[in-house]
Nanobody, 123 residues
């Protein structure tokens, strides 16, 4: 049974930082693309970042967020700096078997999802 468990969310002031973690189990971690998506109230789920052997970012977070993975620990991270109120959302960790960059920003390309962790940025 595949499990993705996120942690590290919380409340932070604008300009602050948070680091999200996602611990994966039940899958061959190194074989999967790992991603982060987010969903704000009343909005659709949107791509944030993904990591295969390379990293990919949404334009809205490029230069502020960094995704990384530790295959020895089966964990993916999202370091979020210079946070803005518009970054407020539930952040979801996801794993998918596709590695083609053309698909990594599409939530339908992923196979497994975590339960989400709330990130709230106050102004």
């Amino acid at each position: 049974q595949v499990q993705l468990v996120e942690s590290g969310g919380g409340l932070v002031q604008a300009g602050g930082s948070l680091r999200l973690s996602c611990a994966a189990s039940g899958l061959t971690f190194r074989a999967y693309s790992m991603g982060w998506f987010r969903q704000a109230p009343g909005k659709e789920r949107e791509f944030v970042a993904a990591v295969t052997w390379n990293t990919y970012y949404a334009d809205s977070v490029k230069g502020r967020f960094t995704i990384s993975r530790d295959n020895a620990k089966n964990t993916v991270y999202l370091q979020m700096n210079s946070l803005k109120p518009e970054d407020t959302a539930v952040y979801y960790c996801t794993a998918g078997a596709k590695h083609d960059p053309l698909y990594l920003s599409d939530y339908e390309a992923y196979d497994y999802w975590g339960q989400g962790t709330q990130v709230t940025v106050s102004s």
